[in-house]
């Protein structure tokens, strides 16, 4: 089993920058891995993913904005979040998925307002 602990959300202004990171319990090698994120009222929506050797697709709202990226050694994803707006205003989720098998973060706080 795999736990993902998510780190980085902050409250930021509109046009601000923020990194998150999740951080895996145990090797993410065969993983794809995906940043997912929820608002208020809102269904979960996928942001981001990584597949295993590197490829990469994001939501049409966030292309230019934001960058997965994943370092295996480290067991680590990332999400760079550029030129944050108000409705990126979420609780940003990590997911790691394998064949049949799925885990998820406990979460973290992104706000984005003035």
């Known amino acids: 089993q795999v736990q993902l602990v998510e780190s980085g959300g902050d409250s930021v202004q509109p046009g601000g920058s923020l990194r998150l990171s999740c951080a895996a319990s145990?090797?993410?090698?065969?993983?794809?891995m995906a940043w997912y994120r929820q608002a208020p009222g809102k269904q979960r929506e996928l942001v981001a993913a990584?597949?295993?050797?590197?490829?990469?697709n994001y939501a049409d709202s966030v292309k230019g904005r934001f960058t997965i990226s994943r370092i295996n050694a480290r067991n680590t994803v990332y999400l760079q979040m550029n030129s944050l707006r108000p409705e990126d205003t979420a609780v940003y989720y990590c997911?790691?998925?394998?064949?049949?098998?799925?885990?998820w973060g406990q979460g973290t706080q992104v706000t984005v307002s003035s």
């Open positions: 997911n790691a998925r394998y064949e049949a098998t799925t885990y």
């Open positions: 145990g090797s993410i090698r065969v993983y794809a």
């Open positions: 990584i597949a295993q050797y590197g490829t990469t």
